[in-house]
């Protein structure tokens, strides 16, 4: 006999009759989405921790319901960045590639990806390192540079700023109504004359679904998380520490692959309503309607 399979399994076993018997001696937790009262909340944090658990972090409060996005990834075609990037579209050299576009004159270089990743560097700004940046120079540039996207300060998200001698350097995700919208990002970096280099992967939100849905409880989410961790043999005898908990939308799709790269179709997809989990073994995500997990 495997003896270190079957020590496993039995762990296991035990773990998901612990489970078992939270939902028996608190059935109001798990059986619905009501908020948890703050008796039951201790007593889940207990549970988590004997389950090798800890919460390092403020549990956000209950979220009133909210609905589902449907969106797609925000694309910049060749002849947008023509028209706004470069003086004179005739010295652009243009190149084709199977995943990306890339374009470039003596000043400026472009990469456009199939997946709607967009890259801009400013080949002067960036060799151009001398001169000490002033951060409100350099960030009214971003302003304005973000403005030609489209881009306004209510859709960044968990935005961070550096300074060094040189450059301003902003990074942050994309936001929604106070929330995030996962599998975004932008990163800029810039001078007192301008933007120098930009890396973006942005959505557009085609629809904010009228029907509105129950959100499940933060601490709800957390026992299911509590639930997955317990059938992963991996995990075994391992703690996970939880650093921040935060309610928005995960989306998880693909950008269309096309025959024609002059042809980008970008598949819409749902954004829904979940909660990220931030942990010592990355992110987890649960999706706030059904408590499953969405990706880890």
């Known amino acids: ?8 399994i039995l762990i296991i076993l035990f773990l998901i009759a612990d489970i078992f018997l939270l939902y028996e001696l608190y059935p109001g937790i798990l059986g619905n989405n009501r908020m948890i009262d703050e008796e039951s909340t201790k007593e889940v944090i207990k549970y ?8 390092r972090c403020l549990i956000p409060k209950a979220s009133s319901p909210k609905a589902p996005l449907t969106v797609k990834y925000k694309y910049f075609d060749s002849q947008y960045a023509l028209k706004n990037f470069f003086h004179d579209p005739e010295e652009v050299v243009i190149k084709d590639y199977e995943d990306r576009q890339i374009m470039e004159d003596d000043r400026i270089y472009i990469e456009i990806y199939r997946n709607g990743e967009f890259i801009y560097t400013n080949k002067k700004l960036m060799e151009n390192k001398a001169e000490e940046v002033d951060d409100k120079a350099a960030l009214s540039s971003i302003e304005m540079f973000l403005k030609k996207l489209g881009i306004e300060g209510k859709d960044l998200y968990d935005s961070t700023q550096n300074i ?3 450059y301003v350097k902003l990074s942050c ?21 301008g933007v120098a280099y930009m890396k973006i992967l942005w959505f557009e939100v085609e629809n904010n679904g009228k029907t509105k849905k129950e959100i499940m409880d933060p601490m709800r989410a957390l026992l299911k998380l509590a639930d997955k961790l317990a059938q992963q043999p991996e995990v ?19 950008i269309e692959q096309v025959e024609e790269f002059d042809i980008v179709e970008v598949e819409e997809g749902t954004a829904i309503p979940s909660w990220r989990i931030k942990t010592d073994m990355g992110n987890i995500y649960i999706n706030a309607y059904n408590g499953t997990v969405e990706k880890k």
């Open 48 to 55: 988590l921790e004997k389950q090798g658990i800890y919460v």
């Open 173 to 193: 995700s994309q936001g929604y109504k106070d929330t995030f919208l996962d599998e975004s990002y932008l990163d800029v970096m810039a001078t007192n004359e």
């Open 164 to 166: 060094d001698r040189s």
């Open 236 to 254: 075994d005898n391992k703690t996970v520490t939880i650093f921040d908990i935060s309610l928005g939308y995960y989306f998880d799709t693909d």
């Open 1 to 8: 006999m495997n003896w270190s399979r079957a020590k496993t």
